[in-house]
Structures are given as C-alpha cells and as structure tokens.
C-alpha cells in the first residue's frame, strides 16, 4: 500500500473505522482501550536517535485510572449508533455524567414530527445501497410512522402490539429493525422516543440488543424520559447475567471502578468468552501490568492481545507489537512486531505510526528495514496529525536542523524553521505537559535567536536539540 494512500486514509481522524456515512452510523463496536494515553520517551541528540513508543508501563504504585489517550479514548454513549457506553460508579462521590435536555414533563408523541426523525431519502436509499438495510426509504418512513401511533396507543393504554415489526419487516431481518431503531435515535431528538420504542419492541421479541440499546438511552434519557441510571443498571445486569456479551463486559468495567477486581475480571473474562474483542485486550492490559488482585502475567497478556488481534482490535495489534518487540510473553520477533506495528499503522493507530516512523528513521537491516528518511516524516506527521506529540516534536526538531543522507546528499532534508515552529507550535498545545515544557523551550529559543539577528547583537547559539528523557504513564490498565 503507498503511504499517501495510507495519509488519506488516516489523515486527521483517531481511528478510520467509520464509513463515509458517519454522521449517521458509526463502525459496530468504537469502544477502544487507551493504549497511548502518555507520550514515551523518543531520545534526541544531534542526530535524533529514535526509541519507538512503548506504551503504559506497570508500577508497584498503579491506581488503573488512566488519563484520557490523544489517540483512543472511550466512545463516549451519545457519539455513535453503535458505541458502548460507560456504567457509572455507586458511589455519591462519583461525577455525574452529562444528561441529555429531555423536556420529559411536558413531552406528547403525537407532536413528533416524522418528516425530521430520519434523513433524507437519498441518504437513506444509499444507506440502502450499501447494504446497511434491506429496507427502502419509504418502507423505514412508513415503519417510522407505525412506531409512533404504536407509541401514542401505549401511552393511552389502547393495549400496544408487535405488529409493527412482524408486519413490515420479514422473519430473520431483525437486524433491519435494529438498523432503523439507530438512526431514530441519532438523527433527531424527536426520533430518539421513536428509536426507544422500537428497541423495545425488538427486546420483547427476545433480541437482547434491542434491551441493551433500551438500557443505553435510558443511562442519559432522552425527549420524554428522564435520565433513569437505576433503571439502565436493572437492564445491563440482567443482560450480562442471560450471556450478553457487551454488558458482561460493563459489569466488569464497573467492578473495578467500585475496587472489586476479582468480580471485574471474572465479568471481562466471561465477556471475552462470549467472544467481545475489547474484552480480550482489556484483559491483555490487565495481566500486562496488573491491577489489585489480578496479578502481572506477561504470557496470559500476550495470549489475550493476540486473540484481540485476531478479532481486529487495533489497539490489541499495536500492543502484541511491542510484545514482539519486548519479548514479553513470548520470544523477541523483530519482524513479526514491525508487521504488527505496520498493520495498526495503516489501519490509523498513532502510536503505531509513530513507531513504524522510528524504525524507518533507524533501519532495521536485520529484517529488510533499510533507514528512509523520508518514509519515516510520512508516519510521523500521520501521528503528528492526530496529535500524538512525539510525533510532532521528533518533526520540529528535524526541520530546526535538517538532515544529511551521506549516501545520497539528495535526499537530505534541509532546516525550515517555518515548518519547526509549526510543530513546536502544535506540541506545545498537546495534552502530555512535559512535551508542552520542551516545545515552548524550543519555540523561545528560536524567538530569541531570530531577534539577536534583527537587532545587529552577536548572535545568540542556535538552538540544540538535547537528550529527552523517557517518561512512562505509572497506571497499570485502562480501565476507567
């Protein structure tokens, strides 16, 4: 694949998971695991010697509370069709997390406007086209109407029937129904009660993710249903407990917010038996670094991430990577981690871009890697785009100075101090503050040499690049 194929992929966006569609439907499961919340030391000296990015590391101190990642963080609940969301902690001293406005006192179904609960029916036609429903655009309008008088005669007691799924949407294409319960719910506030009755409808015909996505829109509320946590948290246990994968794996997640690890990983572990990919890399960033009672097991982490990678977690294949690449778990394979590395990179993980950078910038002869300067800028600014500051600060300092390929003087790359600046500049607004600390240094010594030219003074020295220590996150998995 040619890198600018793989920029235009990735360009600016975290993960390039979503179709073109997005607006309306997101990828099936965008619930990832940081993997890069904390940017890992890249040593520069001079010539810039290049150390790949190798994630969170373990410590006897770890709290498992993460920050947020600059590349993968959480889906939050509202974002997407298709997301999971987070089960708050039981604890009064737990944030309150934001409610949706939801007129609930003074809401009547019978003013929903149908014409504005769905898109328009080109849209919807080419959702069709590209084989996200089987269902028309006038056969979703006239469900969509069914819906709300089935809505309307539930409210008034008139006795509410199932018909309006049996009738209009064949034996076996439940999927469709679901499809068009989704896009009730994103595209419009009015749809949202529209899309909660159809999900219900679909629970009571024995589909569970017709209850899990019920219990999905109760946790915020919506038009007509106040924020209902308690309710939402009924649902997801009874889910998990009849075998529902997803909240299997949000039973565990809330465990070990409330510091219950052993129940929290039997709830992952069963999660990840009913086969949810992300359970199967949450439990590699457990046995990777540990957390209360579940102990550090570098094979069990390696076999986990593997399995995750199997499945097409991203994240699970940058981080079986740096397994390979660490010998953590399994043998050092150099070749088998640049694949992995390579894989994630191109599918738009930063961190993973940043190392398969690194490793051009080295060269790795004993696997066929020759040093491409070049190649290696291309992946760091894919990383540098999304944010990933040691990225942008390896690409400031290489424009500050420039480059020489001894081989071929061609190639080398000449000092711009325009482009450095435009990197410092951006590093020096990323999250991670000691990245913040030597972008701001850099930017000020530029500023003040480039004034003791115009003023006439002696010139002050250029700025050098100096040796950047390597700073690993201490929080031992990402559980949050």
């Known amino acids: 694949m040619q890198l600018s194929r793989v920029a235009a992929r990735v360009g600016g966006s975290r993960f390039p998971r979503a179709v073109a569609l997005d607006r309306h439907i997101a990828a099936h499961d965008p619930l990832s695991l940081a993997t890069a919340h904390r940017l890992g030391g890249l040593t520069i000296d001079g010539r810039i010697a290049a150390r790949p990015y190798s994630g969170p590391s373990a410590s006897p101190q770890s709290t498992g509370a993460p920050e947020k990642d600059q590349s993968a963080s959480h889906a939050d609940l509202n974002s997407s069709m298709g997301g999971v969301f987070q089960i708050p902690v039981a604890s009064s001293e737990a944030p309150e997390a934001e409610s949706i406005d939801n007129d609930a006192d003074s809401f009547n179904p019978q003013t929903i406007n149908l014409k504005v609960v769905l898109p328009s029916d080109s849209l919807l036609e080419r959702m069709r086209s590209e084989k996200y429903t089987s269902l028309t655009a006038k056969q979703q309008r006239t469900i969509a109407a069914q819906v709300k008088a089935d809505l309307v005669d539930s409210i008034a007691g008139k006795g509410a029937s199932q018909s309006i799924l049996v009738e209009t949407v064949s ?11 989704k896009l009730l719910s994103n595209h419009s506030k009015e749809g949202q009660p529209l899309g909660f009755h159809l999900y219900q409808r679909i629970g009571e015909l024995g589909e569970m993710e017709g209850e899990f996505r019920c219990a999905q829109l109760l946790s915020t509320g919506y038009q007509g249903q106040k924020r209902d946590l308690s309710r939402a948290m009924e ?48 439990l590699g960033h457990l046995y990777r670094s540990g957390h209360g009672s579940v102990p550090v097991d570098q094979s069990k982490a390696f076999e986990c991430l593997k399995k995750g990678s199997e499945l097409g977690v991203v994240e699970a294949t940058y981080l079986l990577g740096i397994h390979y690449q660490s010998g953590l778990g399994t043998a050092v394979d150099a070749q088998k981690s640049f694949e ?22 080295s060269g790795q002869p004993e696997i066929g890697v020759e040093r491409d300067l070049w190649r290696a800028m291309e992946y760091w600014k894919m990383a540098a785009t999304q944010g990933f500051q040691q990225s942008q600060m390896n690409l400031g300092r290489l424009y500050l100075e420039g480059s020489v390929d001894q081989k071929d003087p061609t190639k080398s790359l000449q000092p711009d101090w325009d482009e450095a600046r435009l990197w410092f500049d951006k590093a020096a607004k990323g999250g991670d503050p000691t990245f913040q600390e030597e972008a701001r240094l850099f930017l000020g010594m530029m500023s003040d040499h480039e004034r003791s030219k115009v003023g006439g003074a002696e010139a002050a020295a250029e ?10 996150d201490n929080r031992s998995c990402s559980v949050q």
């Open 340 to 361: 992995c590395f390579q894989s994630a990179a191109h599918a738009g993980l930063s961190a993973s871009q940043h190392n398969l950078g690194a490793i051009y910038f």
């Open 463 to 472: 700025p050098r690049p100096g040796p950047v220590t390597q700073h690993r």
């Open 235 to 282: 649902q997801i246990q009874s889910l998990a407990e009849r075998g529902h994968a997803v909240s299997q794996y949000l039973m565990g997640e809330s465990a070990f917010k409330r510091g219950d690890s052993a129940s929290g990983l039997e709830w992952i572990q069963k999660s990840a038996d009913n086969g949810y990919p992300t359970a199967y890399v949450q």
């Open 171 to 181: 034996k076996g294409e439940i999927k469709d129904a679901l499809f068009l319960a």
